[in-house]
């Protein structure tokens, strides 16, 4: 669990980033999820963009997310989801 310090730190961080996925019409799949936990192992922390075409709301996408384990939501912003979990091997976010 995130402090409120540590999430605004985590949402200047991800201010300049670009979303590395969309979800679409589909919604949040096992293959999507897959692929935002291996970019999450890699980066720590990534955007999601939410498209309108989205069947399932951008707060149920957050719950689903935030029950796997480790991954935490920063912020959810208009259709924007910014994520964040520990990296096991690569650590390159050192939290306040």
Do not use: W
């Not at 969309?22 to 980066?43: C, H, M, R």
């Amino acid at each position: 669990m995130l402090t409120g310090k540590q999430k605004r730190f985590l949402r200047s961080e991800a201010h300049h980033l670009q979303p590395v996925f969309q979800i679409g019409k589909s919604g949040l799949t096992d293959a999507v999820i897959a692929q935002i936990e291996e970019a999450l192992e890699a980066k720590e922390l990534i955007k999601v963009n939410i498209l309108q075409n989205c069947d399932e709301d951008k707060n149920e996408i957050a719950a689903k997310l935030e029950a796997r384990e480790g991954l935490e939501i920063v912020q959810v912003i208009g259709n924007m989801l910014v994520l964040y979990k520990e990296s096991k091997e690569k650590k390159r976010i050192e939290l306040p």
